[in-house]
């Protein structure tokens, strides 16, 4: 069963705007992963955030977390044409090892 | 270092045919993942390996599809017989550390895009 869901699940911005996904979850997570995909390609790991974190930056990204809500977005900011992909959030249940992937956020960035 | 690695690319068959998937992982990454991604949804566990034992494969259609890891390094999946909701995209993804639980990022190769008809 999927444990992440995001929203919205798709978005449509112009280059240079800031684009923002959220991810919600059922139950406690020992971390929450995302990933992004490009179209006929594999995942690629973006940013790891462990429960104890609330936010966490790499370069024009920024991801948030509060386990209060079960709730963490994604923040990619001044977009480039190259950011078009799904988003994916990924979390790992904190009784379990598993890692369960969300339906995605696919972005699309308009030059 | 070299990503993973996964053929073919893609494969065309028609239901009740075999087929079989090929995935190399980064070189000393112990965990080895492969799921099943349908179109317009996330990446669904197979089957997670570490070494060469299977960890977890409790969402694998046995009666269809079985998994192997030789020596810990290579896999290979099999589906057969084919349905058609097969039709798919399988991807391998492989870690260094045991348990994605454990702040382990996943790898991905780029996947083989599976179509039953």
């Known amino acids: 069963s999927q444990q992440g869901e995001e929203d919205p699940q798709a978005l449509s911005i112009q280059e240079g705007e800031n684009a923002t996904m959220n991810c919600s979850y059922k139950?406690?997570?020992?971390?929450l992963q995302w990933y992004r995909q490009n179209s006929g390609r594999g995942l690629v790991h973006l940013i790891l955030?462990?429960?104890?974190?609330r936010e966490k930056h790499s370069g024009r990204l920024r991801v948030t977390l509060d386990t209060s809500k079960k709730s963490s977005s994604l923040l990619i900011t001044a977009s480039r044409a190259a950011d078009t992909a799904s988003y994916f959030c990924?979390?790992?249940?904190?009784?379990?090892?598993?890692?369960?992937f969300g339906a995605g956020t696919t972005v699309t960035v308009r030059a | 270092e070299a990503g993973v690695a996964q053929s073919p690319r893609y494969k065309i068959i028609e239901k009740r045919q075999s087929v079989a998937f090929w995935c190399n992982p980064i070189?000393?990454?112990?965990?080895l993942y492969w799921y099943q991604q349908i179109l317009g949804q996330g990446p669904k566990l197979l089957i997670q390996?570490?070494?060469?034992?299977?960890?977890?494969d409790s969402q694998l259609p046995k009666d269809r599809f079985s998994a192997e890891r030789l020596k810990g390094v290579d896999s290979t999946l099999k589906i057969q017989p084919a349905k058609l909701e097969d039709s798919a995209v399988y991807l391998c993804?492989?870690?260094?550390?045991?348990?994605?639980?454990?702040?382990?990022?996943?790898?991905f190769g780029n996947g083989t895009r599976l179509t039953v008809t």
């Open positions: 990924a979390t790992a249940p904190g009784d379990d090892y598993k890692l369960s």
């Open positions: 993804a492989s870690s260094s550390a045991a348990g994605t639980g454990f702040n382990s990022p996943l790898h």
């Open positions: 070189s000393g990454h112990a965990t």
């Open positions: 139950t406690s997570i020992n971390n």
């Open positions: 955030i462990r429960s104890n974190e």
């Open positions: 390996f570490q070494n060469n034992g299977v960890v977890d």
